[in-house]
């Protein structure tokens, strides 16, 4: 038995409708369970252009890597506004409130989590950022 799984992340389903979603405007693919992950997470997520997610959130124990793959974003992290570019990496602590806006053109992430938490880490905050 081979050691190792692989997974298109563009194949994964999209978790953006369970989540209340439209998967044109955001969508949301949680890869963890299809490649059996032990020790971290990860998810390709899509924003349509200039489509702020509406609500922030932090972790109870995992943090996040957010690389920007395609597009241009912003990032508000606690108070501070952080403008992202393509190939942009960003770690976030899990007590971090962290929420994503994608720029003109969209936004698409590779966002990598660890530790392995599963479901019940994360707490968001609906509104949090309405500037």
Same mark, same amino acid.
């Given at each position: ?25 955001? @969508?949301? +693919? &949680? ?6 992950? #032990?020790h971290?997470?990860?998810t390709?997520?899509?924003?349509? $252009? ?21 597009? @241009?974003? +912003? &990032? ?5 506004v952080? #403008?992202?570019e ?7 602590? $899990? ?16 966002v ?19 500037d």
């Amino acid at each position: 038995m081979a050691g190792y799984t692989v997974q298109k992340l563009t194949e994964v389903e999209d978790q953006a409708p369970n989540f209340g979603f439209d998967p044109e405007i955001y @969508s949301i +693919r &949680m890869a963890r369970n299809p490649l059996n992950c #032990e020790h971290c997470g990860i998810t390709l997520s899509h924003l349509s $252009p200039n489509f702020r997610v509406p609500f922030g959130h932090t972790h109870n124990r995992q943090e996040e890597i957010y690389i920007l793959v395609d597009g @241009s974003a +912003r &990032m508000k992290l606690d108070d501070d506004v952080v #403008e992202l570019e393509q190939w942009t990496a960003v770690r976030v602590p $899990p007590e971090t409130m962290r929420a994503i806006e994608s720029g003109p053109e969209g936004a698409r992430f590779i966002v990598v989590g660890a530790p392995n938490t599963g479901p019940g880490d994360g707490n968001v905050e609906q509104g949090w950022w309405n500037d």
